[in-house]
């Protein structure tokens, strides 16, 4: 099983630019996640999914789209990047009891 | 709302040493707690996780415990080595959707 995977790995933005950053996993888990970490921060959450077609926010959800169309994927959307959007991505994924990781995707807006 | 913190921010050891990190949270009602290691640059690794229904959970030379009246959890790594340097971080999960209010971490050096 690969668990969690992210794309890109690294990805430089201008302000105003949309992108949208892929995660995906293997494992069969309903519940899937995005987290920003910032430093002084921690990580915090943007949005969440319960199961395919069921979105809802986190605690930052603003600037950010995303949808579940299948169990599989779980892509988060900027949709007109800012500065502020500077931070480090992790995508998660559970089971109802224990959450996995992603490596993480290293956004920079200028 | 759901606080955790992490106390101390940062820590240094000599090798060999028996250690404890502590995590606090503010609600009691949660679902669970997990502890993640995250080395620089990278993802988080999960090292341990506890339900709310548990007192305790040990891998190999971690042991983490949870008591939920006090709002508390640590994590105590036994004989430390150069190979634990990281930072470590607690996780209090809210429900069984699965949301977690994360702490800031503790950045843990093991000196050889």
């Known amino acids: 099983n690969a668990g969690v995977t992210q794309t890109p790995k690294f990805q430089v933005l201008k302000t105003g630019q949309s992108m949208t950053l892929q995660c995906a996993q293997d494992m069969n888990h309903e519940y899937m996640s995005w987290y920003r970490q910032d430093p002084g921060m921690g990580l915090r959450l943007i949005h969440y999914s319960v199961g395919a077609g069921i979105t809802d926010q986190g605690e930052v959800p603003n600037g950010y789209n995303v949808s579940r169309s299948t169990t599989e994927d779980f892509p988060l959307r900027l949709l007109s990047a800012a500065p502020s959007q500077t931070s480090v991505y992790f995508c998660?994924?559970?089971?109802?009891?224990?959450?996995?990781f992603g490596p993480g995707t290293r956004l920079t807006v200028l | 709302k759901q606080e955790v913190t992490q106390i101390p921010a940062a820590l240094s050891v000599p090798e060999g040493e028996n250690l404890v990190l502590n995590c606090s949270f503010t609600?009691?009602?949660?679902?669970?707690l997990q502890w993640f290691r995250q080395d620089p640059g990278k993802g988080l690794t999960s090292l341990l996780l506890?339900?709310?229904?548990?007192r305790e959970q040990t891998s190999g030379r971690l042991n983490a415990s949870l008591d939920k009246s006090s709002g508390r959890s640590t994590l105590y790594i036994a004989a430390s080595q150069p190979g634990d340097s990281a930072t470590y971080l607690c996780a209090a999960g809210g429900g069984s959707q699965g949301n977690l209010i994360f702490g800031k971490g503790t950045k843990l050096s093991v000196k050889p």
């Open positions: 998660a994924s559970g089971n109802g009891y224990e959450q996995f």
């Open positions: 506890i339900q709310s229904s548990q």
């Open positions: 609600d009691s009602a949660i679902y669970n």
